[in-house]
């Protein structure tokens, strides 16, 4: 497995070339970010030399497109997608994501078949490119009722989507903080196939009701109560090979700079995956 | 377009056999039957001879798939599907249908995963054979709140399903009842393409308010509210020139004989196609 | 129909203004062409001005993407796709299309599977926009031996082709020259239903044996041997109602101003619509 | 990888309960055979049951249906194929695979048209049960010549084909009999993932010039000329734990009763996992 690093826990980054030096610097393997801007300012093959010399790939970048709202909305962001997963192509990367809110003031029926159509479509055009999409789904109590209506947070279902989106690159975006919030365990995990999971999450949770965990209130690898190591061996178990990309979502951004925040993510990283036996 | 007999509102019909004879007396040019009961009877050779000889084609088989509850049930029906369409090739029928129940007990946003899923599978078999399938939007206000959950009912909703669902054989099954009880009218039709319409029911309503119109409250055609020779020429002047089937659904069993019953069809049939004006 | 008009056959037009104006001044209802080059010449609101004022559609705009050679070609052009279509629904437009050579120097069944897939993608993103993919049959026999492999040219063979590509989107683009050097006559189109052709090419042919007409020897409708009023008769009847274009490759630029060709055009769409008594 | 046997090489088998005893017996932990006729016979619990006693599971069973001929020949196979899906779910197996003959009588473009399409339906049914469909490269070079026109043969064509086929379920069968005909060695195997493979049949053969290896000229694993263990080690490398079956075609039935032949097969798959490093 790769560790990897993306912007959401390292503070005020000044830019996406910082993010590639600093994983590099405290031995990640692998940046989620955004491929077409890095491409935009370094050229394709200037940003193949940033990646290369700090030792990194491109985990993942986001779905770019918007497939939440109107049909205008998803039609404009459709227009760039092909662009964006040409340059993804261009820098080795074969991941894309986007998370489900697992709730919606849309009418729930009309909109999953909204969504279906929408993401199948995102799925075709990355397919194209190399690129698999992965579908995070969202595990934290309080928002399967932010919304009006309850859409979906389990893996089950969203194993079924991705089934039913039909389409031979579309699987999970594994986080392990939606595998806790979820109440889930290693033997969850140990009855995927690899090739269901696209991407992996690593974010820790704190120490209250797992029903109160919010998804803004992550904590670094190593310094909450989720079982990790017990996570990346089950995943190191069945196959798994991928990127393991930390994402820090908080309600306030982490005291520290980017530097001081990458080497706590090195030292939550080693603590879990010394744990898991996963210490190359 | 093809006047076209069900067996709902005929009575107590002896046989497929008996609807089919009526059929062909009373000037219908079409039947909605079971093709592979009549082919398990008749042998295909021998229910062709009936058809041909009573002057009628089956309009529509119903989808005896069940995709509405569990998965060993829906699968447990596919088994049988291949072998259904087979029949209804063999007896030159074009047409499956089912219809949407327009509120579930299910979690919404699931089940239409699932039901998304079924019935693309269904679609995909129907259509090695040649054989479209039908989705009926059901309008009844009752059966919105019916269960637990509302589902969908519209047409733009059912044909962005058909969209969803993808496969190029799918399509709506348009009956006049639900058109009225969505309280649609002709530049709803006038805006449809005709291979956006894989079948026509046709069906009457008392005069209530539109709210309270029960689905096993139809009337007979020409013996209630709705605009059907609005509704027969909108339908003609889009291009639509498949099957019209009368399907009365009804609370209890109509009084009278399946032939007066027919003969009372005929009635119905004869009243709103002249004022459509499309008498041959 | 729609009478429609494209620029092969006028001579040298200095612009797709040009096409548009002549378009509406000889009783041209639709224009094949270019519309994003349009919506970044005028904008989408001055394009549609233009085509309004001149009381014309767009029949179709031409695939941009490049299917025939490397995948790398392919993807390139592909990145343009969805703005492509952005555009031409920008202004109304509903049908892309894109010819098939009957022969290849590519290995025959490899170069299909390549084929099969890169149309499908190219069909899918064109669909999320509303536009259909029309598939166009190419009869001229010298071309069946251009290329070393035979590819595809029947109707049949293409509407199975469509079939396997599996978008609800795809169909034929009907050509009266392929009909003609297909050595096809009325009774193959009565068997098609309408939904099965996107768009349709009105061309004439040299009397010459039928196996010796070349693709970039056509004649102005009515100026040759084809039965056009059988044909457009034929369409008719089947309920098509889209553009009929003319397309006139031919060797030499044809003498005369755009706008006496455009002249010519007009007397000869004259002369076969009143054959087939589709004069309005 | 679970050792898997196959009828073939087995000489004369008496029946299926024969194959199971034998492989059992022998230390094979898999069977490619008819699930469906197993069911008809033993009933599900009793197939269950008498393969559990036996320690083997069911590697794969094979395509029932005729995708390469007409039409009707394919239709009337599909009809059985849900059957025969769900008798195959019903014990636990979750393969199906079929081969693709280099070379072809039809023409070549329009029968890959119809392949895709009905091999892409088998896929859809399949899939319903949870059923992937292998599809088998055949490298002997006799057989490109063999009818008319060359088809596809190459593990990167077939990878093509599955792309354009287009459903999550479909992938390849690896023979290494293919492999090693079509001049492959293990590099071509590491840069594959294990999702890719569905099935793996295990075959040696003879020292004679590659172009002249028959297809049914093969040889007991360890007997010829084969890198077997390299093949083996390759494909654990990349994560493959599926089945590895036998399937030694020959012109002859191999001498020996089935007892002597499972017992030589059993030392050529000692001999081939052990030089492969891959004894339990």
């Not at 760039?80 to 192509?89: D, G, T, W």
């Not at 030292?267 to 898991?276: E, L, N, P, R, T």
């Amino acid at each position: 497995m790769l560790r990897g690093l993306s912007s959401a826990g390292l503070g005020a980054l000044e830019s996406q070339e910082q993010l590639i030096r600093l994983a590099g610097k405290y031995g990640f393997q692998a940046v989620d970010l955004d491929a077409a801007a890095l491409v935009r300012q370094y050229g394709a093959e200037g940003a193949r030399a940033l990646l290369a010399e700090n030792g990194v790939v491109i985990g993942s970048i986001g779905l770019s497109v918007e497939w939440r709202t109107t049909e205008e909305a998803f039609l404009k962001g459709l227009e760039e997608l092909s662009a964006v997963a040409a340059s993804a192509r261009e820098l080795g990367c074969t991941r894309c994501c986007t998370y489900i809110l697992p709730s919606t003031d849309h009418k729930t029926a009309h909109f999953m078949v909204l969504a279906t159509r929408r993401l199948r479509t995102c799925a075709q055009i990355l397919g194209a490119y190399g690129i698999s999409l992965g579908l995070e789904f969202v595990g934290p109590h309080h928002l399967r009722t932010r919304w009006s209506n309850p859409f979906i947070w389990t893996v089950e279902e969203t194993l079924d989507w991705i089934s039913c989106i039909g389409e031979p690159n579309v699987g999970l975006l594994y986080d392990s903080y939606h595998w806790y919030t979820n109440g889930l365990n290693v033997n969850d995990i140990v009855k995927l196939s690899p090739d269901q999971i696209i991407h992996v999450h690593l974010n820790d949770a704190p120490d209250v009701p797992v029903e109160e965990a919010l998804d803004n209130g992550r904590l670094y690898p190593g310094e909450g109560v989720i079982d990790l190591a017990g996570f990346l061996k089950a995943l190191h178990e069945i196959g798994y090979r991928g990127p393991v990309t930390q994402e820090i979502l908080s309600a306030e951004t982490p005291a520290g700079t980017p530097e001081e925040l990458a080497q706590r993510s090195k030292a939550g990283y080693d603590k879990v995956f010394s744990a898991a036996g996963l210490m190359a």
